[in-house]
C-alpha cells in the first residue's frame, strides 16, 4: 500500500506531530520560502537551498529547544511541589524547591543543590555527583552543591564534621513519620503503589486485559493532541478492542462507546468513592483479568486508591507515572505485552545487554541483536540460537515460517521490536521438512 505523502509547507503537518500553531506555521513558512529543487536541479543548487532553508529553521528550532526545556523545568517543579504539598514527597523533593525558591536556581541545579543538603543532612562525606550530565555549567553546579551542603549543616573545615552530623541523622530517625500506606486495610496494594510497567512480566491475551485511562486523555479532534490520545493508542493495537477498556470522566466510570463530548474534561472527578466504586464493580462484573494498567494522576489516582479493593487483584498490575512523555512511553510498553487469541507469546525474564554493536536481548536459546543499518534503510534486527546461526526454520502457531531478519524504522523501536521477537519465537514451533503445517 502507497503511503501518503505529506507536504512539509502545510500547517497541519506539523500540528499532528505535535508542534505548537506558532511553531508550526513557522516550519511550514520555511519550507514554503525554501522548498526542495527538482531533482534533476544541479546538485550544489539543491545543496545551497537545503542550507538556506537550515539557516531559516535555526531561530525555529532555538525557540522549540527553550520551549521544551522551559516546559520540562516548569512540569518537573510543579510535579515535585505536588508531590510534597499530597504529603509523598521527601526530604529531597523539599530541597530542590528551596533551592529554587530562596536561590532561583533552575531545574537541574536545584537537583545538584538537593545533593549537597541531603548530604550533609543524612551524614554522608562531601562529594560532587559529577557523573550526573546536566547542561549547566560545572562551576555552578559545585558551587550550588556547596551550599547545599553548607545549608544541611556540612562543615567542609570541621575534622569531625561527617561523624558529628552521622550521629544526628540517627537521632533524627525516631521522628520520622510513618510511610505511606501501600495497601488497603484489607492488604490490597493501593494502585498509587503499583510499579510502572516494564517488559518483564509475561505478555497476557488482550481478552484479559484491563486498562484504566482519564477523558483527559482521550483527544477532541484537536489534530495536536492526535498523538497524545490513550484511547487511540490502544485500539491501534491489533486485538486490542477485545481489552476491556474503562475510561474516568468528571462524572465517573465509562466504557469507550458511552464516552459522551461533555464527558472529555480535564476537571477533577466529581463523583464520590462509594458511588465510583459501584460503577467500577459493574463495568468489570463477570470479566476476569491477568493484566492491569492504570493511567490516571492526581486526582484520579487518590480516587482509585480510595476504591482500591473493587479492582481485581491479577498477575500484573501496574500504573502510568511522572512526564506526559513518560506516561506515554510505559502505555507503550504495557501495549507490547499484548496479543490475540490466534497468537502465541513465550513469558520468561528477557536478560538485555549492551554489545559493542548495538542492543541485545536473550530469551531461552535465542538471541536478537541489532546489528546495524538494514539494506534498505532502517535498523536490522537478527535473531540467533545459541550456537550462533541464524534462527531459521521456525513457524508461528498457524504455520507461517518466522523470518529471523527484522527491519524498524528508528532505534526509539529497538528495544519493544526486540521483546516482541523473541516472545514470538520463544512460542514458536520447529518446521519439519518442507511440512506446510497451515494446510495440516
Known sequence: MAQERLDPADVSTWLTRGRTPEHAAAIAAAWRDFPDL????????????????????????????????????????????????????????????????????????????????????????????????????LALLHAA?????????????????????????ILRESNFPPPAPTATPSGRPLPSAWPKPTDEPRPARWSRRLAIIDAADVATGDPSRTAWDFLTLILSRPGADEAMIVILTPAGFVVPDSLAADHRSAESPTIGAIAAGHQLTQLLAGREFDDVLIALQDDGLR????????????????????TRLQQRAHLRTWLDRGYAAN???????????????????????????????????????????????????????????????????????????????????????TLMGTLDLRAA
Not at 400 to 408: D, G, Q, R, T, W
Open 145 to 169: 552543591y556547596d551550599q547545599g551542603f553548607t545549608d544541611g549543616g556540612g562543615d567542609r573545615t570541621d575534622l569531625f564534621d561527617a561523624a558529628r552530623r552521622s550521629n544526628l541523622a
Open 343 to 429: 497468537e502465541n507469546m513465550a513469558a520468561g525474564h528477557i536478560r538485555w545487554g549492551k554489545a559493542i554493536h548495538g542492543l541485545t536481548g536473550k530469551l531461552g536459546e535465542f538471541t536478537a541483536r541489532h546489528v546495524g543499518p538494514g539494506p534498505n534503510g532502517g535498523h536490522l534486527i537478527r535473531v540467533e540460537t545459541t550456537i550462533g546461526t541464524l534462527a531459521t526454520g521456525y513457524a508461528d502457531a498457524d504455520g507461517a515460517p518466522l523470518s529471523p531478519e527484522v527491519i524498524v524504522s528508528s532505534k526509539a523501536r529497538l528495544r519493544p521490536t526486540i521483546a516482541s521477537t523473541l516472545r514470538t519465537f520463544g512460542a514458536a514451533t
Open 38 to 137: 527538482p531533482p534533476d536541479a544541479p546538485l550544489q543548487d539543491r545543496t545551497a537551498r537545503g542550507r538556506e532553508r537550515i539557516a531559516a529553521m535555526r531561530p525555529i528550532n532555538d525557540a522549540i529547544r527553550d520551549q521544551t526545556e522551559a516546559q520540562r523545568q516548569a512540569t518537573n517543579f510543579a510535579f515535585t511541589e505536588q508531590q510534597v504539598q499530597s504529603g509523598r514527597g521527601n526530604d529531597r523533593d523539599i530541597a530542590i524547591l528551596h533551592g529554587h525558591e530562596q536561590y532561583g536556581y533552575d531545574w537541574d541545579v536545584s537537583c545538584r543543590y538537593a545533593d549537597g543538603w541531603y548530604a550533609a543532612h543524612v551524614g554522608w562525606p562531601h562529594h560532587y555527583p559529577d557523573g550526573v550530565p546536566s547542561n549547566a555549567p
Open 303 to 322: 480516587l482509585l486508591d480510595e476504591i482500591a479493593d473493587v479492582l481485581p487483584l491479577c498477575r500484573t498490575m501496574e500504573r502510568t507515572r511522572n
